[in-house]
Nanobody, 124 residues
């Protein structure tokens, strides 16, 4: 069983940066695809970014390209989401999730493990 714990959320101002962390425990996730998702108030959860097992390929929702960067440190069993130039519309609970395959389609139904989320609030 894999446990995922997100951290790094908080209250920031528009234009600021944050780095979220997703720490895995229970077993190594180095071969698992990991995705970041978010759910804004009153909205459905949406895909933000993903990285394949091994970290050779990354994927982003179009609106996040250029502002968000996903990376992983397999030695630490941790995946990161660097968020720059934050906007009020980035306010959401951010979740990480793991798919027990190297390459995922990052559909919510495909993800096998989920963290409980970390709240990011961006003030204008």
């Amino acid at each position: 069983q894999v446990q995922l714990v997100e951290s790094g959320g908080g209250l920031v101002q528009a234009g600021d940066s944050l780095r979220l962390s997703c720490a895995a425990s229970g077993r190594t996730v180095s071969t698992y695809a990991i995705g970041w998702f978010r759910q804004a108030p009153g909205k459905e959860r949406e895909f933000v970014a993903g990285v394949n097992g091994g970290g050779t390929s990354t994927y982003y929702q179009d609106s996040m390209k250029g502002r968000f960067t996903i990376s992983r440190d397999n030695a630490k069993n941790t995946v990161y989401l660097q968020m720059n130039s934050l906007k009020p519309e980035d306010t959401a609970v951010y979740y990480c999730a793991a798919d027990r395959v190297r390459f995922s389609d990052y559909r919510e139904s495909s993800m096998d493990y989920w963290g409980k989320g970390t709240l990011v609030t961006v003030s204008s």
